[in-house]
């Protein structure tokens, strides 16, 4: 578990900021875009430390189990797992721009973005599991606290 955070923890900061300034170009409103401690906490809860076959790198580079249905849609490749269809990616990279569009411009992540501090984006991330059903392995807000993961928020 903890070659996979140390790997998260660069990866989480610069989706924080790819967050940040997709939501000021998209005029959505934010203060820091998805803190890194919350995307870093989010990947770690929806792929159980990315155990999940979807998440391994070695098949579908998808830490945030993104289903081909998931907004916004977009022309990608896929593989089926356990009876459902996940998107593939190349790398980690690529899944970090589909993944912080899936933040900005699906509509689901308003509360989210628009915090002020981790703690009120990870209560706005818990609304927007039981909205979507989200299956996770972790609870989001004990792996911040047990990892003191939010001094690798940056604050713009």
């Known amino acids: ?7 998260l923890i660069p990866f989480g900061k610069i989706m924080q900021e790819q967050s940040y300034l997709k939501a000021i170009l998209g005029k959505a409103p934010t203060h820091n875009g ?18 999940l076959e979807p998440a391994e790198s070695h098949k ?3 830490l945030g189990m993104l289903k081909k249905t998931t907004i916004p849609m977009t022309k990608i490749k896929t593989k089926k797992w356990e009876g459902e269809f996940y998107r593939e990616y190349d790398s980690w990279y690529d899944f970090g721009v589909d993944f912080t ?11 989210v973005l628009f915090g002020r501090t981790s703690a009120e984006q990870v209560q706005e991330m818990l609304k927007v599991y039981s909205l979507q059903n ?7 807000e ?15």
Request: net charge negative; hydrophobic share 45%.
């Open 1 to 7: 578990q903890l070659t996979f955070l140390q790997n």
């Open 34 to 51: 998805v803190f890194a401690s919350v995307i870093i906490a989010d990947l770690i809860a929806r792929s159980d430390w990315g155990s």
């Open 60 to 62: 579908f580079n998808n």
């Open 101 to 111: 569009d899936h933040y900005v411009f699906s509509g689901y992540y308003g509360g």
């Open 134 to 140: 989200i299956q996770t392995y972790a609870k989001i």
């Open 142 to 156: 004990e792996v911040i606290a047990d990892y003191g993961l939010t001094e690798f928020d940056s604050i713009y």
